[in-house]
């Protein structure tokens, strides 16, 4: 199954590591550096127009990557877990 992020970008649900609330996440300067490292190497696709509200990581054989969306981390998960009972 695929998990639909927004802007007509999915990704594969076995390839999500996790997913965040940008705001609760960003508190911790580990995180900042983490997403500022895979922003340096062009790994953060970035789905808003407005101000995001969540991120997904996801990892699969070739490398990690950062989903930044305006999408709320509990509507994903909501939507992953739908996915699951289809």
């Given amino acids: 199954m695929f998990l639909h992020l927004g802007k007509g970008e999915s ?3 076995k390839e999500i590591v996790g997913i965040f609330d940008i705001e ?4 911790s300067a580990d995180t900042k550096a983490f997403l500022k490292s895979l922003q ?3 790994r953060v696709v970035n789905l808003c127009d407005d101000l995001p509200k ?3 990581l996801t990892d699969n054989e070739l490398c990690e990557s950062v ?3 305006q999408n709320s981390a509990l509507s994903l ?4 877990e739908n996915n699951e009972l289809e």
């Fill in 24 to 27: 609760a996440a960003t508190v």
């Fill in 67 to 69: 989903y930044i969306t």
């Fill in 40 to 42: 340096e190497a062009k």
């Fill in 54 to 56: 969540s991120f997904v």
């Fill in 77 to 80: 998960k909501k939507r992953a």
């Fill in 11 to 13: 990704v594969p649900e």
